[in-house]
Nanobody, 124 residues
Framework: QVHLVESGGGLVQAGDSLKLACAAS????????MGWFRQAPGKEREFVTATSGSDFSTYYAESVKGRFTIFRDNAKNTVYLQMNSLKLEDTAVYYC?????????????????WGQGTQVTVSS
């Protein structure tokens, strides 16, 4: 059974950094696309970033480009999200997700497996 567990969320101040981790178990995900999404209160879940399972290329939402970095450690079956220069509008529950394909996608419907989410709160 596939299982994803996020960690690293918390309460930080605007301008701070935070690193999220998503540990996968149940199978090896080295050849599969992995992504991060987030959902703020009262809003729909939105794409943040994703990395391909083949060439490990990455893609970012405009709102986080230049501030967030996704990277994976296939040996640990883990994907990370390094978040720098955090803003108030980054406050959300962050979810990691894995596709049944190596191709990265931005739509949540394209992802087969999801973690339970970790809360990130940015205060002024």
């Amino acid at each position: 059974q596939v299982h994803l567990v996020e960690s690293g969320g918390g309460l930080v101040q605007a301008g701070d950094s935070l690193k999220l981790a998503c540990a996968a178990s149940g199978r090896t995900f080295s050849g599969y696309a992995m992504g991060w999404f987030r959902q703020a209160p009262g809003k729909e879940r939105e794409f943040v970033t994703a990395t391909s399972g083949s060439d490990f290329s990455t893609y970012y939402a405009e709102s986080v480009k230049g501030r967030f970095t996704i990277f994976r450690d296939n040996a640990k079956n883990t994907v990370y999200l390094q978040m720098n220069s955090l803003k108030l509008e980054d406050t959300a529950v962050y979810y990691c997700a894995v596709r049944d394909s190596s191709l990265r996608r931005t739509s949540a419907e394209d992802y087969a497996y999801w973690g339970q989410g970790t809360q990130v709160t940015v205060s002024s």
